[in-house]
């Protein structure tokens, strides 16, 4: 496999994923205070419903629930996950055992930036909280919008970095600054990683950037609504 086409920034998040896996999704579920959960639901959501029934690819799922979210649709005849770190993988299939009965969702080891898939062979392709993680968006974009049919849809769920300024968006940034690698050294064991994550943040493009670079790779009727009070954002494309 071939990581990426920046080999540095791959190997570091692979590496960090391989480490923090096993305290992956709690979390998740305490930085969150649970609500991630349902971000990935409408995620799911949004990408499938009234679509013609199909192969559905969540890119970079991870331990895989926004993979399961899209299995619960009647839409997705089958889910395929994929992504680079075959620790988070183990767990996804782990957690797809627990979740039955669901449709068949094949785990499958692969690059974001170079999807081993055909063209026009999903009915949809969504990624949850992983563009920020990849070292080309623009190009991980144009994977996801090759590999879905004309028709089909492409979702974006990402953080976004703060473009307010007021109190609210100061409470943010602190609790991400220094809150949240704390929890992440208590937690996982691991505070780098969860420095990362704010640091990731900041570099990524803001909402109507991302919308931009989703219509430079062919995509169309690119909207967004915003979650969890601003802090996190729901993109949605359609494959002409
Ligand atoms: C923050 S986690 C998100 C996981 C999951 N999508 C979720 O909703 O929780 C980021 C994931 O992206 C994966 N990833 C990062 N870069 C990747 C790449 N170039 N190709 C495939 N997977 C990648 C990591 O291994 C990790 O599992």
């Not at 791959?10 to 391989?18: C, D, E, L, P, Q």
């Not at 395929?80 to 183990?90: I, K, N, R, Y």
């Not at 070292?135 to 492409?154: F, N």
């Not at 691991?190 to 803001?206: E, H, I, K, M, N």
Request: glycine residues 10%; contains cysteine.
């Amino acid at each position: 496999m071939n990581p990426s086409n920046d080999g540095t920034k791959a190997r570091r998040v692979a590496a960090m994923f391989s480490r923090i896996s096993r305290r992956y999704d709690f979390m998740n579920t305490v930085m969150t205070a649970g609500r991630h959960d349902r971000w990935r639901r409408l995620a799911a959501r949004a990408a499938t419903e009234g679509l013609a029934p199909g192969l559905a690819l969540d890119v970079a799922t991870g331990t895989g629930c926004l993979a399961l979210e899209l299995a619960r649709h009647p839409e997705a005849r089958d889910v395929v996950g994929v992504d680079f770190v075959p620790e988070m993988l183990s767990l996804a299939r782990a957690k797809e055992t627990r979740h039955r009965p669901t449709p068949d969702v094949a785990w499958a080891l692969g690059d974001a930036l170079a999807l081993p898939f055909a063209d026009g062979a999903f009915m949809c392709a969504t990624s949850g909280f992983a563009l920020r993680n990849v070292s080309d968006v623009r190009r991980a974009l144009g994977e996801m919008a090759r590999v879905v049919r004309p028709g089909g849809r492409v979702a974006v769920l990402e953080i976004t970095p703060l473009e307010r300024s007021g109190l609210a968006a100061r409470a943010l940034s602190l609790y991400f600054r220094r809150v949240v690698p704390m929890l992440g050294q208590w937690l996982a064991g691991d505070r780098d990683a969860y420095t990362y994550l704010p640091d990731s943040v900041r570099g990524f493009p803001t909402c109507p950037e991302l919308a931009r670079l989703m219509e430079e790779v062919g995509l169309v009727k690119v909207r967004w609504r915003l979650l969890g009070g601003g802090l996190v954002a729901l993109h949605v494309g359609e494959v002409r």
